[in-house]
């Protein structure tokens, strides 16, 4: 059993990165069906700045600078005080904004049940939905060689 | 985790241009004073024109060295993305509320890369045109008068050594309220 | 002497006009979008992404339609479009071991873990020219499609069928490299967390650090990197390269944003990487063993990802100990030469008016002449 803090901020990662993956119009089709998200007030944002994306060098060694990548931010605040933030690469600032306020409200316990079961598990089951047919198309085009011997 | 924030600018890109104007009219015209037509919601102690002159100014690039607490510190990192330095001799930017550090002791700068020196933002009771020092140098015609109310005995030596450390040296912004004004390294200063 | 230095205003705009409307083409077709671009062109907007080394598909299509499809041209539009945003940070390195894999190919083993995945490739295409491709241009004879309106005619009937699927195994795919140094062949990577630099705020200075270099090759002209990389084959430079592995599809960026003190996802990049598996004879200090050159790039680009790794290898003679005699195992020639936004920038400046320092030119060789027919004459 972790600690609350690392598993809270676990939980927290998780939904960052399926609200990060889905766009504005995707995440604003799934509030469709849930409660209303309470009101914000607008902290930082939505920007648009980049972030700097680091590879290694030969792939485990040391970091680079490989490049940049736009990525759109928002901190919104709530009534009840609780911040959520949003990095979310790319320019859609609705998606930003909403993930900055979903992130906010998930914070809470009364409300993350109905917002988890409602959009954020739906974006994830299609985000695995998507790369599960990468994966599937992969597989393929995955050579079976007729051999008669293995070597190394 | 969550410190209580409030928001920077309301506009950040028009805003911050607006700013910048000011300040640059400010640093043309030493001595004169401008004010500031977009101000952020600072947290206490930041004045409203020092908080905006480091939201304009500072970056990720520019490390910030203030006296004004952790809720401004955390406030500053959040809006400008800057960091936080240990020391004002790493600041690119100091603000100071309270007594500054002596000029002799912020980064000045080199010969060849006079423009890497730091500027001292200094909080004051006070600023008034018309009386106080006299200023003469670049961007005066004959000599422009200010009244800064609250700056520490002994500041016309420190300045005195600073311009002639020229062309190294630092730029100081005096900020009250939603006002400041500058003081270059090349403007020469008497008591008035 | 007078030179005119103004006038050129009214041409400009005029000049400006017809540009507009060369990039238009004929209004009757209908107009590209920027996500037609980002589908169909989908290999052009990945070399406009890494040569402009900003990965934006929609800024990078965009790029390509304003710049008519020059890509160099393109990729300057996104490099001069970057320099309006703000930094907000670095990312974590990308985990390239644990890609979302569309591709990945070895040459030096052929049964590895996780196997040969073929992906959406070119390789093994015939390179006939496809003209079943050419036939949804409005007016061509289709009798099925004289009832549609153009533009709508292509959008279900040229669908190709779906790709097969196969049942993925969540079968790990490590990297070569790291079976190679398992068995301690392969020369470690050199680890540290240090702070790479950065060219986009330091220029460029030399000797330049292999992160440096790295980063001056990831955003540098394909075309000149692979001139580069093959003349290391053909000789140039000692290099005896296999293709280790190259792998493609999905990695998570992730950053740590100071306000939450732990790393965060905030989506996926397309990435291509080599892995150039080099033999190296070994020193008085390290006995003989592979060595790498590594290639790493933006979207789908192979080709640029195994010239960069070539290159990259090449560079590390002299840390290497090997003799550098070639252009490919210069620094200073490459890291200089293989920007090619600056590169057009300094070769384009030439069709700027050179008046004056021509008439300086003029004279120079006139008086010469005069002189020299005045020798004879004498």
Not at chain 2, 103 to 109: F, I, Y
Request: charged letters at 25%; glycine letters at 10%; proline letters at 8%.
């Amino acid at each position: 059993m972790q600690d609350p803090e690392t598993e809270r901020n676990a939980a927290r990662r998780r939904w960052m990165g399926i609200l990060a993956r889905a766009s504005g119009a995707e995440i604003a089709g799934r509030l469709a069906a849930a409660p209303a998200l309470p009101a914000h007030r607008r902290l930082r944002g939505p920007e648009t700045g980049l972030v700097m994306a680091r590879g290694r060098q030969g792939g485990d060694g040391a970091p680079f600078n490989l490049g940049e990548v736009t990525v759109t931010r928002c901190s919104v605040c709530l009534e009840d005080g609780r911040i959520g933030h949003a990095y979310v690469a790319g320019r859609d600032a609705r998606q930003a904004e909403l993930a900055a306020v979903l992130d906010a409200a998930l914070q809470d316990p009364a409300r993350q049940p109905a917002l988890l079961a409602a959009v954020v598990e739906p974006l994830a089951t299609f985000q695995a939905a998507r790369a599960a047919k990468d994966a599937a198309r992969a597989a393929a085009t995955r050579v079976q060689f007729f051999t008669m011997a293995t070597m190394r | 985790m969550n410190a209580p924030l409030t928001p920077g600018f309301a506009e950040p890109v028009l805003d911050a241009q607006r700013c910048f104007r000011a300040v640059l009219e400010a640093m043309a015209r030493p001595g004169r004073v401008q004010a500031l037509p977009a101000l952020p919601e600072a947290p206490a102690p930041l004045a409203p024109a020092a908080a905006a002159v480091l939201l304009t100014l500072a970056d990720a690039d520019t490390p910030v060295w203030l006296d004004a607490g952790e809720a401004a510190a955390a406030w500053l990192r959040f809006h400008a993305g800057c960091p936080i330095a240990a020391s004002a001799a790493e600041a690119t930017f100091a603000l100071a509320g309270g007594v500054p550090p002596a000029l002799r002791d912020l980064s000045q700068g080199t010969e060849e890369e006079p423009h890497r020196s730091a500027t001292l933002l200094v909080q004051v009771a006070a600023l008034a045109e018309g009386g106080g020092w006299r200023l003469t140098g670049p961007g005066i015609e004959r000599e422009h008068r200010l009244l800064a109310a609250g700056l520490p005995a002994g500041f016309e030596a420190e300045w005195a050594a600073n311009h002639a450390r020229f062309p190294r040296g630092v730029d100081v912004i005096l900020c009250a309220g939603d006002r400041l004004a500058a003081l270059p390294r090349t403007t020469r200063l008497e008591a008035g | 002497m007078y030179v005119a230095v103004k006038g050129g205003e009214r041409a400009i705009e005029a000049a400006h006009a017809w540009l507009a409307e060369e990039r238009r083409g004929d209004p009757a077709l209908p107009e590209l979008s920027v996500e037609q671009i980002g589908q169909q062109l989908g290999l052009a907007v990945d070399r406009v992404m890494a040569e402009g080394a900003c990965f934006d598909r929609g800024l990078a299509a965009l790029a390509i339609k304003q710049a008519r499809g020059d890509l160099i041209e393109a990729a300057f539009l996104l490099r001069a479009y970057r320099t309006t945003l703000p930094r907000f940070g670095a990312s974590l390195p990308l985990d390239t071991g644990a890609m979302r894999i569309r591709r990945r190919v070895s040459a030096t083993y052929k049964d590895l873990p996780g196997g040969q995945v073929l992906g959406p490739t070119f390789d093994y295409t015939h390179r006939l020219l496809d003209f079943a491709l050419a036939c949804d241009r409005p007016g061509s004879p289709d009798p099925g499609r004289e009832s549609q309106a153009p533009g709508l005619t292509a959008a279900e009937g040229n669908a190709p069928p779906s790709a097969p699927e196969a049942p993925a195994k969540a079968a790990a795919m490590p990297r070569v490299t790291s079976i190679l140094a398992q068995e301690g062949l392969m020369q470690p990577e050199t680890p540290g967390e240090a702070e790479p630099p950065d060219l986009t705020r330091e220029p460029l200075s030399f000797p330049a650090d292999r992160p440096v270099r790295l980063q001056a090759l990831a955003r540098g002209d394909e075309g000149f990197l692979l001139g580069l990389g093959y003349s290391t084959q053909r000789g140039y430079g000692n290099a005896h390269p296999f293709v280790g592995e190259i792998r493609m599809g999905e990695v998570a960026v992730e950053i740590e944003p100071p306000e939450l003190g732990f790393p965060i996802e905030i989506g996926e990049i397309t990435v291509t990487e080599c892995q150039m598996v080099n033999q190296f004879a070994g020193s008085k200090t390290e006995p003989a063993q592979f060595t790498r050159g590594y290639g790493l790039t933006f979207g789908h680009g192979e080709r640029k990802a195994m010239a960069m790794a070539l290159v990259d290898r090449s560079l590390r003679a002299a840390e290497l100990g090997e003799e550098a005699t070639a252009p490919a195992q210069s620094e200073e020639f490459v890291l200089y030469h293989c920007d090619n936004v600056e590169a057009t920038g300094f070769v384009e400046h030439l069709k700027l008016p050179h008046y004056v320092d021509f008439q300086s030119e003029l004279e120079k060789i006139r008086q010469m002449r005069a002189t020299a027919l005045r020798e004879a004459a004498e």
